[in-house]
């Protein structure tokens, strides 16, 4: 497609649970990015990726999350036993390159834990 | 590390007046900043981009920043706000160089309101 694709849009799930989330990048975009929003707190970065090289987990809040990019292309970020302060908006991005600062995001996945 | 500063949560303004929203940064390094922008229900887009060359910078939509390094600002403006403009705003820095290249910070971001 055109733009970055994410889904699920929607995620409800129980404390406790895995999830899962998957970001499809704009062809030919090198860097991926996961952003988490929270109310009031703007965009929290989390992790990013570019190329094969290794990625900046720097910002991932705990060892319950987990990021992975296949073959340089689609994304997939795990929440592990998630909690209810994991629920946000999760926003990912992709770009031609990394140094480039311009991001093409995607429209999100809302996740809330009940 | 790099950090930012929004320093306005919410601005309200009427029709056809001016705004600015304010950004501060934080680096020890070299900077590029961005504005971007998230209409009601909508992703996020770049508004404008400062890399190097001319502080003052424009983007889409009338809007304009300019980087300051001395105060390390980067205040956007429009000299005459639209109905059409409400959204939030967000104010992002990368460090140049080194380890934090690629690393997009984003402020906490802005909501204008612009009523008739």
């Known amino acids: 497609g055109a733009g970055v694709s994410q889904s699920p849009s929607n995620k409800v799930t129980e404390k406790g649970k895995d999830v899962e989330l998957r970001c499809d990048p704009i062809s030919g975009h090198t860097a991926l990015y996961w952003y988490r929003q929270s109310l009031g707190q703007g965009l929290e970065f989390l992790i990013y990726f570019q190329g094969n090289s290794a990625p900046d987990k720097s910002g991932l809040p705990s060892d319950r999350f987990s990021a992975e990019r296949t073959g340089g292309s689609v994304s997939t970020l795990t929440i592990q036993r998630t909690q209810q302060e994991d629920s946000a908006v999760y926003l990912c991005?992709?770009?031609?390159?990394?140094?480039?600062?311009?991001?093409?995001f995607g429209e999100g996945s809302r996740l809330t834990v009940l | 590390a790099q950090s930012v500063t929004q320093l306005d949560s919410q601005v309200p303004v009427f029709e056809e007046a001016p705004v600015e929203l304010r950004c501060n940064y934080s680096?020890?390094?070299?900077?590029?900043l961005f504005w971007y922008v998230q209409y009601p229900n909508q992703g996020l887009q770049l508004l404008l981009k400062?890399?190097?060359?001319?502080?003052l910078v424009k983007g889409i939509n009338g809007f304009e920043a300019e980087f300051n390094k001395s105060q390390t600002s980067f205040h956007l403006r429009k000299p005459s706000v639209h109905i059409s403009d409400t959204a939030e705003y967000f104010c992002?820095?990368?460090?140049?160089?080194?380890?934090?290249?690629?690393?997009?910070?984003f402020g906490k971001g802005t909501k204008l309101s612009v009523k008739p």
């Open positions: 992002a820095v990368m460090g140049i160089g080194g380890g934090s290249q690629g690393n997009l910070i």
């Open positions: 400062y890399l190097s060359g001319s502080t």
């Open positions: 991005a992709s770009s031609f390159n990394y140094d480039t600062g311009e991001l093409f």
């Open positions: 680096s020890s390094v070299s900077v590029y």
